[in-house]
């Protein structure tokens, strides 16, 4: 098994390089926000390691906001972010990046602080702005963009030849229907036209890691669990005063700002999302955050792994990033369907964990309890997110036209293929699938 | 709690309220201002009927909503303007990512519409007349009264006839409608709302009330201190001091849809091999019910004829779709969930499903539809044209279809979550790029996978595929409006003279 990681290169923009940044990054596009895969500066449909990649330049459009709470906004300075979600380590895959795209990397980075496109040591400085997510989620960990596009390709091959063949074999029969995609498959594969890899083994040192993880932090938690469970106490007070205190904002994203992001949207089945604003002023607030944080990377990486997040079965990747020294934070997402599904999906399916995490950032709505209320006040909620939502400037899927659901279907098809059902009502149900 | 009377059906536009289905005469007239004095003097004595219950029943009835454009065109503040949703104040047709969200791309996109296409070309005001057979020549004559020949211009009498309360393609229409919590008996709160239940708060429909999240809608509140006109206005009950324009309101959504009658029943007929039951049977998958309005699911109350429920059933006993397949017209239009995948037996099983555990992979893909429901007023156009005779090579294509219109107070959750994510949407429920076998465009995706087919889950294995599926619906106009409450409208029409924009 293939384990999945992610990078998030960001630099600051320099004065006066903004507008030339968009324009060059917008020479990558062929459709608004889309990544043309073989465009000239970095072709990103040639790595086939590569499932999701975006830049998208940060700016604190919401820098405002706080305010509110009576701090004084700090200063940010326009930041390009290059984000990347990959099969297998990060440090070879910037190594094939750099091999197959130095200069259009330069071309792009020389708009950035701390870069000269001469004599820069390009691999030192990725990986010097590399920062490291304080959670990731990964739809299903071990998939790799290979074995997504040869599942693909096996439900298509398959799909075809089952509606040639199902009238003729009659679709009773099941066993006869099953044994010919069998041979088929094989047929297929001789001939070239299907490859089914087997999975690579899973790198020892990260199963040894993961299993430190799985099993340190309960341990540590628990040992620890006195001294949380009189702190929760007090967090728990202090944060219901907090949430009785802190003021709500209630401002409409403009229609300018709006048209941005919705001209970036619906163009596939599947959609990119990025926001960033203010953490909420206060140690309980980041302590909180953080806290949660790391719950659901634990919950992520060891329980939400295979398919869904909670309810959710859209998202392919995501990621929770603090920037600006824990004052602000940034969110990613890969998901599926319109925005307006994804919100409805926030709030009725998942609005107590969204509750949870983003109670602790400006803007946000009021919460009761941390996991009431909040996202389920609709217009303040929609409104915050949108205002926090920045446009990304490029972003490419290795997968345009495929959905979560669609790929875990894919590979209980494969499945299929491999393992051998038991009985006449588990062939159907694979039949039934194809 | 309120008593039934305490409602304000008085302040209400009659047809948030009633189909007025006995009306079968109507005329639906697209207008624009031409002089917005003569136009606020005609509608201060227009008789527009409120949602009041009359006995007998009234011959005659008369509604009106205005587009954004409308609006300002008689004076109303940008301020207030900017109270409405962002949907209504851009139009339906005013942005490329709406249409592309809405499915209006291709032969649907609003370059090709008759009317509303173009910022230039959205009317001002929506009036619709219905009357008795017969009667409604009467009633424009009555209604017209002596300002409005000075005050409109008519752009458009969109075509509307009463073919029985069938849509042409020969099915039963609007059998799948919410019914209004009036009295607001019914919690909003998740816990008390696993399941599917077929009541709505009035919120969900009309302006100024709770709605399903038990939250109020966003619209136009005035402060009456500053507008002294506004004191007319009923008061906001989330904001009190303030009075509410959009209150006993409603966004109402209008799209002529052309439909293809012989189109889809000669195609039907020729994937049928021309058996008039097979064809049928086809034809009821892709709809979700049967010609005569029985649902495919199987009853749930056992022992009872189908037929009485023809609307009430949810397709929990179905999950696969392989009695009504999920990609049926009915079942994405409205797919009748609760807020949870199944319904939980006990705090701990509750909490179970909301974190996600004890789901197949193709389970609890659409929830809480709830926050999507339609409350729809179409009228259809063009001749009948039975399926008998649509198969016949010579069946007349006269132009035929539906004047879609909904009514709900949140266009972006309602219309266009519906049109976007339910029935336009090539992954609805998990279906394999196809999009509604009725109302669908063709167009393939960006990966040129086409979607032009309709599959339906078989028990025995392999799912039945129709392919190559024509285009059967496309979309000739359309248009976002306000339908202002009573008390609104007597608001519009004292507008100052010297506030009036001019009118284009």
Not at chain 2, 191 to 206: F, K, M, Q
Not at chain 2, 312 to 320: A, E, I, L, R, V
């Given at each position: 098994?293939?384990?999945?990681?992610?990078f998030?290169?960001v630099?600051?923009?320099?004065?006066?390089q903004?507008?030339?940044l968009?324009?060059?990054?917008?020479?990558?596009?062929?459709l608004?926000g889309?990544?043309d895969?073989?465009?000239?500066?970095?072709?990103?449909?040639?790595?086939?390691?590569?499932?999701?990649?975006?830049?998208?330049?940060?700016e604190?459009?919401?820098?405002?906001?706080?305010?509110?709470?009576?701090?004084?906004?700090?200063?940010?300075?326009?930041?390009?972010?290059?984000?990347?979600d990959?099969?297998?380590?990060?440090?070879?895959?910037f190594?094939?990046?750099?091999?197959?795209a130095e200069?259009?990397?330069k071309?792009i980075?020389?708009?950035?602080?701390?870069?000269?496109?001469?004599?820069?040591?390009?691999?030192?400085w990725?990986n010097a702005?590399?920062?490291?997510?304080?959670?990731?989620?990964?739809?299903?960990?071990?998939?790799?963009?290979?074995?997504?596009h040869?599942e693909?390709?096996?439900?298509?091959?398959?799909?075809?030849?089952?509606?040639?063949?199902?009238d003729?074999?009659?679709?009773?029969?099941v066993?006869?229907?099953?044994?010919?995609?069998?041979?088929?498959?094989?047929?297929?594969?001789?001939?070239?036209?299907l490859?089914?890899?087997?999975?690579?083994?899973?790198?020892?040192?990260?199963?040894?890691?993961n299993l430190?993880?799985?099993?340190?932090?309960?341990?540590?938690?628990?040992?620890?669990?006195?001294?949380?469970?009189v702190i929760?106490?007090?967090?728990a007070?202090?944060?219901?005063m907090?949430?009785?205190?802190d003021?709500?904002?209630f401002?409409?994203?403009?229609?300018?700002?709006?048209?941005e992001?919705?001209?970036?949207?619906?163009?596939?089945?599947?959609?990119?999302y990025s926001?960033?604003?203010?953490?909420?002023?206060?140690?309980?607030?980041?302590?909180t955050?953080?806290?949660?944080?790391?719950?659901?990377?634990?919950?992520?990486?060891h329980?939400?792994?295979?398919g869904?997040?909670?309810?959710?079965?859209t998202?392919?990747?995501a990621?929770?990033?603090f920037m600006?020294?824990?004052h602000?934070?940034?969110?990613a997402s890969n998901?599926?369907?319109s925005?307006?599904?994804?919100?409805?999906?926030?709030?009725?399916k998942?609005?107590?964990?969204?509750?949870l995490?983003?109670?602790n950032?400006?803007?946000?709505?009021?919460?009761?309890?941390?996991?009431?209320e909040?996202a389920?006040?609709?217009?303040?909620?929609?409104y915050?997110q949108?205002?926090?939502?920045?446009?990304t400037e490029?972003?490419?899927k290795?997968y345009?036209?495929?959905?979560?659901?669609?790929?875990?279907r894919?590979?209980?098809?494969?499945q299929?293929v491999?393992?051998?059902?038991?009985?006449d009502a588990?062939?159907r149900?694979?039949?039934?699938l194809? | 709690?309120?008593?039934?009377?305490d409602?304000?059906?008085?302040?209400?536009?009659?047809?948030?309220r009633?189909?007025?289905?006995?009306?079968?005469?109507?005329?639906?007239?697209?207008?624009?201002?031409v002089?917005?004095?003569?136009?606020?003097k005609?509608?201060?004595t227009?008789?527009i009927s409120?949602?009041?219950t009359?006995?007998?029943?009234?011959d005659t009835?008369?509604?009106?909503?205005?587009?954004?454009?409308?609006?300002?065109?008689?004076?109303?503040?940008?301020?207030?303007?900017?109270?409405f949703?962002?949907?209504?104040?851009?139009?339906?047709?005013?942005?490329?990512?709406?249409?592309?969200?809405?499915?209006?791309?291709?032969?649907?996109?609003?370059?090709?519409?008759?009317?509303?296409?173009?910022?230039?070309q959205?009317?001002?005001?929506?009036?619709?007349l219905?009357?008795t057979?017969?009667?409604?020549?009467?009633w424009q004559k009555?209604i017209?009264?002596?300002y409005?020949?000075?005050?409109?211009q008519?752009?458009?009498?969109l075509?509307t006839?009463?073919?029985?309360d069938?849509?042409?393609?020969?099915?039963?229409?609007?059998?799948?409608q919410?019914?209004?919590?009036?009295?607001q008996?019914q919690?909003?709160d998740?816990?008390?709302?696993?399941?599917?239940?077929?009541?709505l708060?009035?919120?969900?429909i009309?302006?100024g009330?709770?709605?399903?999240?038990?939250?109020?809608?966003v619209?136009?509140?005035i402060d009456?201190?500053?507008?002294?006109?506004?004191?007319?206005?009923?008061?906001?009950?989330?904001?009190?001091p303030?009075k509410?324009?959009?209150?006993n309101g409603t966004?109402?959504?209008?799209r002529?849809?052309?439909?293809?009658?012989?189109g889809?029943?000669?195609?039907l007929?020729?994937?049928?091999d021309?058996?008039?039951?097979?064809?049928?049977?086809l034809?009821a998958?892709m709809?979700?019910?049967?010609?005569d309005?029985?649902?495919?699911v199987p009853?749930h109350?056992?022992?009872?004829?189908?037929?009485?429920?023809?609307?009430d059933?949810?397709?929990?006993?179905?999950?696969?779709?392989?009695?009504?397949?999920?990609?049926?017209?009915v079942?994405r239009?409205?797919?009748?969930?609760?807020?949870l995948?199944t319904?939980a037996?006990?705090?701990?099983?509750?909490?179970?499903?909301?974190?996600?555990?004890?789901?197949?992979?193709d389970?609890?893909?659409?929830?809480?539809?709830?926050?999507?429901r339609?409350?729809?007023r179409?009228?259809t156009?063009g001749?009948?044209?039975?399926?008998?005779?649509?198969i016949?090579?010579?069946?007349?294509?006269?132009?035929?279809?539906?004047?879609?219109?909904?009514?709900?107070?949140?266009?972006?959750?309602q219309?266009?979550?519906?049109?976007?994510a339910?029935t336009?949407?090539?992954?609805f429920?998990?279906?394999?790029d196809?999009?509604?076998?009725?109302l669908?465009?063709?167009?393939?995706?960006?990966?040129?996978?086409?979607?032009?087919?309709?599959?339906?889950?078989?028990?025995?294995?392999?799912?039945?595929?129709?392919?190559?599926?024509?285009?059967?619906?496309t979309t000739?106009?359309g248009?976002?409006f306000?339908?202002?409450g009573?008390?609104?409208l007597?608001?519009?029409?004292a507008?100052?003279?010297?506030?009036?924009?001019s009118?284009?």
């Amino acid at each position: 098994m293939t384990p999945q990681s992610s990078f998030m290169i960001v630099a600051a923009v320099r004065d006066g390089q903004l507008k030339d940044l968009r324009a060059l990054l917008a020479s990558m596009n062929n459709l608004p926000g889309h990544a043309d895969p073989d465009n000239g500066l970095i072709p990103f449909g040639k790595f086939d390691r590569l499932h999701f990649a975006r830049f998208v330049i940060i700016e604190a459009r919401t820098v405002q906001e706080i305010r509110e709470f009576g701090v004084t906004p700090r200063p940010w300075q326009p930041t390009l972010a290059f984000l990347g979600d990959i099969d297998g380590d990060m440090q070879t895959f910037f190594l094939e990046l750099i091999e197959r795209a130095e200069p259009g990397l330069k071309k792009i980075f020389s708009h950035c602080e701390g870069f000269s496109e001469e004599n820069q040591d390009l691999l030192g400085w990725m990986n010097a702005n590399n920062i490291n997510a304080s959670a990731t989620y990964v739809n299903w960990i071990g998939r790799t963009v290979r074995q997504i596009h040869e599942e693909a390709a096996l439900h298509r091959s398959l799909s075809t030849y089952l509606q040639k063949i199902a009238d003729d074999v009659g679709r009773e029969n099941v066993r006869t229907l099953r044994q010919k995609l069998l041979s088929y498959v094989e047929m297929e594969k001789y001939k070239g036209r299907l490859t089914l890899t087997p999975p690579e083994p899973t790198p020892p040192e990260w199963k040894m890691r993961n299993l430190l993880h799985m099993i340190g932090v309960p341990l540590i938690l628990l040992l620890l669990s006195p001294l949380l469970l009189v702190i929760a106490l007090i967090f728990a007070l202090r944060l219901r005063m907090l949430e009785r205190s802190d003021p709500e904002l209630f401002i409409r994203p403009s229609r300018e700002h709006l048209a941005e992001l919705t001209v970036q949207e619906d163009q596939d089945v599947s959609n990119q999302y990025s926001v960033f604003g203010d953490v909420k002023p206060g140690v309980v607030r980041l302590l909180t955050f953080k806290f949660i944080l790391l719950l659901t990377d634990y919950f992520a990486r060891h329980i939400y792994n295979h398919g869904f997040l909670a309810r959710i079965k859209t998202i392919h990747f995501a990621r929770w990033v603090f920037m600006d020294n824990n004052h602000r934070v940034f969110f990613a997402s890969n998901y599926d369907g319109s925005h307006e599904s994804y919100m409805d999906d926030f709030i009725n399916k998942v609005g107590w964990g969204l509750n949870l995490t983003f109670t602790n950032g400006v803007g946000y709505p009021t919460t009761r309890w941390i996991i009431k209320e909040g996202a389920s006040r609709e217009h303040a909620f929609k409104y915050t997110q949108r205002r926090h939502q920045i446009p990304t400037e490029v972003w490419y899927k290795a997968y345009p036209g495929l959905t979560a659901v669609d790929l875990a279907r894919n590979s209980r098809i494969r499945q299929g293929v491999e393992i051998r059902q038991s009985n006449d009502a588990e062939i159907r149900e694979w039949l039934s699938l194809i | 709690m309120k008593e039934s009377s305490d409602f304000e059906f008085d302040d209400l536009q009659g047809l948030l309220r009633f189909g007025y289905g006995k009306l079968t005469d109507t005329s639906f007239m697209l207008l624009n201002i031409v002089n917005a004095e003569l136009a606020k003097k005609w509608l201060e004595t227009a008789p527009i009927s409120s949602a009041v219950t009359q006995d007998p029943p009234p011959d005659t009835a008369l509604q009106i909503a205005f587009s954004v454009e409308g609006l300002r065109a008689l004076g109303l503040e940008e301020s207030v303007v900017e109270g409405f949703s962002d949907e209504f104040i851009v139009g339906m047709a005013g942005d490329e990512s709406r249409s592309r969200r809405l499915g209006d791309v291709g032969s649907n996109a609003p370059q090709q519409w008759k009317w509303g296409g173009n910022a230039a070309q959205v009317p001002h005001v929506l009036l619709l007349l219905y009357a008795t057979k017969g009667g409604i020549n009467a009633w424009q004559k009555t209604i017209e009264g002596e300002y409005f020949s000075g005050a409109f211009q008519l752009l458009q009498e969109l075509p509307t006839l009463h073919i029985g309360d069938i849509e042409p393609f020969g099915f039963p229409d609007s059998v799948s409608q919410p019914t209004v919590d009036w009295m607001q008996r019914q919690s909003t709160d998740t816990h008390e709302r696993d399941r599917y239940s077929n009541l709505l708060a009035p919120g969900e429909i009309v302006l100024g009330y709770r709605n399903e999240y038990g939250q109020y809608t966003v619209r136009p509140l005035i402060d009456s201190r500053k507008d002294k006109l506004a004191t007319v206005l009923p008061d906001a009950e989330d904001d009190p001091p303030l009075k509410d324009f959009g209150r006993n309101g409603t966004y109402l959504v209008l799209r002529q849809l052309s439909q293809d009658v012989p189109g889809f029943w000669q195609f039907l007929d020729k994937v049928a091999d021309h058996i008039p039951e097979k064809r049928e049977r086809l034809a009821a998958a892709m709809v979700g019910r049967e010609l005569d309005g029985t649902p495919l699911v199987p009853a749930h109350i056992p022992g009872i004829s189908r037929k009485e429920y023809e609307n009430d059933f949810t397709y929990d006993q179905d999950p696969k779709g392989n009695y009504c397949p999920l990609g049926a017209h009915v079942r994405r239009s409205n797919p009748r969930t609760g807020d949870l995948p199944t319904s939980a037996c006990g705090p701990l099983d509750r909490l179970i499903k909301i974190l996600g555990f004890g789901q197949r992979p193709d389970e609890d893909l659409v929830a809480s539809s709830r926050f999507h429901r339609l409350l729809r007023r179409g009228r259809t156009y063009g001749p009948a044209l039975a399926p008998k005779d649509a198969i016949k090579p010579q069946a007349s294509v006269a132009e035929r279809g539906i004047q879609f219109i909904c009514l709900v107070g949140n266009i972006s959750r309602q219309f266009e979550f519906v049109q976007n994510a339910w029935t336009m949407n090539s992954k609805f429920d998990g279906v394999q790029d196809e999009k509604d076998p009725m109302l669908g465009n063709r167009e393939p995706l960006m990966s040129g996978e086409s979607t032009d087919h309709f599959n339906s889950p078989d028990p025995s294995g392999p799912m039945r595929t129709i392919g190559h599926l024509p285009q059967f619906v496309t979309t000739l106009g359309g248009g976002y409006f306000f339908m202002p409450g009573l008390r609104a409208l007597k608001y519009i029409s004292a507008l100052p003279a010297n506030r009036t924009g001019s009118p284009s």
